[in-house]
């Protein structure tokens, strides 16, 4: 089981930013796919980005291109999601997910393997 410890969330206004980054303890981290999902009150678990391990390729949901950069640092084991322009409804508890080793990627929460804990983002209007 991967070990995945999220900090970097807080309290912004509408229109600022935050940066999340995501620890791994997974030995293969730089080979694996890595997503974020954010939960907010009184809804299921969306995806949010993605990137790929094998060249780093990135994939957003729609309502978060153009806002949130998704990367990684593999000699840091850490994935970040740099989220600019943030709005109200930015508001829900972010997870990062470790998925697999290939060349899919999923928007599924259940094809992630181990989870984080979250890391709670308000943003105020």
């Known amino acids: 089981q991967v070990q995945l410890v999220e900090s970097g969330g807080g309290l912004a206004q509408a229109g600022g930013s935050l940066r999340l980054s995501c620890a791994s303890s997974?030995?293969?981290?730089?080979?694996?796919?890595m997503g974020w999902f954010r939960r907010a009150p009184g809804k299921e678990r969306e995806y949010v980005a993605a990137?790929?391990?094998?060249?780093?390729?990135?994939y957003y949901a729609e309502f978060v291109e153009g806002r949130f950069t998704i990367s990684r640092d593999n000699a840091k084991n850490t994935v970040y999601l740099q989220m600019n322009s943030l709005k109200p409804e930015d508001t829900a508890v972010y997870y990062c997910?470790?998925?697999?080793?290939?060349?899919?990627?999923?928007?599924?929460?259940?094809?992630?393997?181990?989870w984080g804990q979250g890391t709670q983002v308000t943003v105020s209007s």
């Open positions: 997910a470790a998925g697999s080793i290939s060349r899919s990627i999923s928007t599924i929460p259940n094809s992630y393997h181990s």
């Open positions: 990137i790929r391990g094998i060249d780093s390729r990135t």
């Open positions: 997974g030995q293969t981290f730089s080979i694996t796919n």
